[in-house]
């Protein structure tokens, strides 16, 4: 009986010592399988580096990581993008170093900061009605004015005639923006002073002639991810337009002095190099008398096959384009060049607008490359080939 | 999702498409693919890899740096099988060595410690994985070539998906660009606004998401082997 009962507690114990082994062998091989993991780290403290005008709280708030938390190398991955997303960094980088004691790191955030002046600029050549012309616009943008997040930004465009008609046009506008009114997350200021003087004369006797100052101010907010909506008042000291577009010969005159605005718009892509979504924007002014003031621009774009994108364009007044553009190879680092598309666009576009109707504008091609680059920030070279087209009376 | 081994692939002509512009758009650099018969495998050695010169920070950061290296068998321009490898290497703080695990299936094919950061990058110049494919379902006679594309710390598509609804969430605090009242030069909006945000990681890896990649990389490239037929290579 004694002898039963040993041999029955041997057996149980060698079953159980036998499943623990197995256990262990099971748990061992689950172990190799997943590679050779290193030991759980703890985050010992966060550092940054490199960082004169951010504050390191400003940095570590992307990071979603504090002292006394697994490390968890994901999250500082996807930091690391968060952080290169924005305009504030040019260079983002996070390592590990030693803690106090083994397993223990400290995480320290390297940032190399941006100018935070964008420029942008296009030059290009158009020829329209047995003029040639040359175009130049650019953008000078201070992204953090008076170190207070602010925005000014300075827009020039011009068109000069080279040969034939008179085809002159120079827009000027100072703009200053304030993104977060009263630090309101969803309210924003934008107020502007322009100035546009333009000349356009046709081989049949039509013309465009305007002078113009303006002063606006508007009051917006955001709505979602994407959508704004805004409502001002514009303000014009100087205004001279005249038109007279199409036979009959007629001309029409602004002079309304003031206008109260609306603005709306939904903006999900890149405005310079769209890879996909929907912008658009548009802008009224209650102006019924003269020479238009209406403005709105719509662009949807669908990333086709590898590196490729199809733009379909909108305007109103009266205008529209397919682009086709393709990325030219992904640079591997950052350089003097970082990012590179070619375009063409086919299309129709108004130049001037009346209330009665009239239209001018052009149908053609337009074709350039847009670069992003290291030290002039967004370059557009472009060639602009059209023939006019001016419509009295409605549809063209 | 790779297929498993020895199922077709569709998309064979997508796929050639994509590996066309692979090619055109990632150049190889001078660096070589090469397969040799490893007993009931495939060997695959990458030979003069130029990678990154940020690769050598990234090894000493003491995160782990994934190289996904995903092979594609092909039997013309068709996909006759696909594997992914990754290869997982980290600077350990405290041993001051690199310890490297090559996985696929969720098995380790194998896992080496390296001592310096030379020895490291020697390896990874010239990156060998042994039974990288078998060669069981390959048919006597026929000849096939093997497609690498090498992926540096990929991003998965969740994580793409997160991102880009933090960028949403994030691009609502900038100021959209209303249109330019007047249209000078007929195009409304025409000067484009200067807030791209600057170029950056962030950029190529939205870039390549956008034109469908499904994977990703903060840098990659495609090797293509020279044709072979099973019988020819050497063990």
């Known amino acids: ?396 | 999702m790779a297929p498993a081994w020895g199922q077709p692939v569709r998309g064979g002509c997508r796929g050639a498409l994509a590996l066309i512009g692979m090619l055109l758009l990632s150049p190889s650099w001078g660096a070589e693919l090469r397969i040799s018969r490893v007993g009931t495998g495939l060997g695959v050695v990458l030979q003069g890899m130029a990678y990154p010169p940020t690769l050598t920070k990234d090894l000493k950061s003491g995160l782990t740096t994934h190289l996904l290296i995903h092979l594609t068998l092909l039997h013309d321009t068709r996909a006759e099988a696909q594997r992914d490898i990754d290869v997982a290497v980290h600077y350990d703080l405290w041993d001051e060595n690199f310890p490297m695990t090559e996985t696929a299936d969720h098995a380790v094919l194998r896992s080496q410690d390296f001592a310096t950061l030379e020895q490291l990058t020697a390896f990874l110049t010239n990156l060998a994985i042994p039974q990288a494919l078998p060669t069981l379902h390959l048919v006597s006679g026929e000849r096939y070539r093997l497609q690498a594309q090498i992926l540096l710390n990929p991003i998965e598509r969740e994580r793409m998906e997160r991102l880009k609804q933090w960028v949403a969430d994030n691009a609502a605090s900038e100021r959209p660009a209303s249109p330019t009242p007047t249209a000078p030069l007929g195009r409304g909006a025409s000067v484009p606004p200067a807030v791209a945000p600057p170029d950056s990681v962030f950029n190529r890896i939205f870039q390549q998401y956008a034109s469908g990649v499904d994977s990703p990389a903060t840098w990659q490239q495609t090797l293509v082997s020279s044709p072979f037929v099973l019988q020819d290579l050497t063990p």
């Not at chain 1, 199409?246 to 890149?270: E, F, L, M, R």
């Not at chain 1, 096959?305 to 397919?322: D, E, M, N």
């Not at chain 1, 992003?372 to 370059?379: C, E, I, M, N, Q």
């Open chain 1, 1 to 396: 009986m004694r002898e039963t009962l040993f041999a029955r507690t041997a057996a149980a114990l060698r079953a159980v010592f036998l499943g623990a082994t197995l256990l262990a062998c099971l748990l061992q091989g689950a172990a190799f399988g997943a590679g050779k993991e290193r030991a759980p780290l703890v985050i010992e403290a966060l550092r940054c580096e490199g960082n004169v005008a951010t504050s390191c709280r400003f940095i570590l708030s992307h990071v979603y990581l504090a002292p006394g938390d697994r490390l968890d190398e994901e999250k500082l991955q996807d930091a690391k993008l968060r952080l290169s997303w924005l305009r504030n960094f040019s260079f983002v980088d996070i390592r590990l170093e030693k803690g106090s004691a083994r397993g223990r790191v400290i995480v320290v955030v390297e940032v190399t900061e941006s100018s935070t002046i964008v420029s942008a600029f296009g030059l290009g050549l158009t020829t329209m009605d047995d003029s040639t012309s040359e175009v130049f616009y650019g953008r000078v943008t201070d992204d953090d004015l008076f170190g207070a997040a602010k925005i000014l930004n300075v827009d020039l465009e011009s068109r000069a005639p080279s040969n034939g008609l008179t085809q002159t046009d120079l827009f000027a506008r100072v703009q200053y923006v304030d993104p977060q009114l009263l630090d309101s997350q969803h309210y924003f200021l934008d107020a502007d002073l322009s100035y546009r003087y333009a000349q356009y004369d046709f081989t049949d006797g039509d013309f465009i002639d305007e002078r113009m100052w303006s002063a606006g101010v508007e009051v917006g907010r955001r709505f979602g991810a994407f959508a704004y909506v805004a409502a001002g008042y514009e303000y014009r000291p100087v205004v001279d337009v005249v038109c007279r577009i199409s036979s009959p010969a007629q001309s029409t005159v602004d002079t309304t002095h003031g206008s109260p605005t609306v603005a709306a718009g939904w903006n999900a892509d890149d405005p310079v190099f769209p890879s996909g979504g929907l912008e658009l924007n548009a802008r009224y002014s209650r102006d019924i008398s003269g020479c238009g003031n209406v403005a709105a621009d719509g662009r949807y774009t669908w990333a086709i096959g590898h590196g490729g994108y199809l733009s379909l364009h909108a305007q109103y007044p009266l205008g529209g384009g397919v682009e086709y553009s393709h990325d030219l190879g992904w640079a591997l680092d950052p350089g003097e060049i970082r990012r590179a598309r070619w375009y063409v666009e086919p299309g129709i576009w108004s130049l001037g607008y009346s209330s009665d109707q009239q239209l001018a504008g052009g149908a053609g091609v337009r074709a350039g490359l847009r670069l992003d680059t290291k030290y002039l920030g967004t370059v557009d070279l472009f060639i602009y080939v059209t023939t006019p087209w001016r419509q009295h009376g409605g549809s063209p």
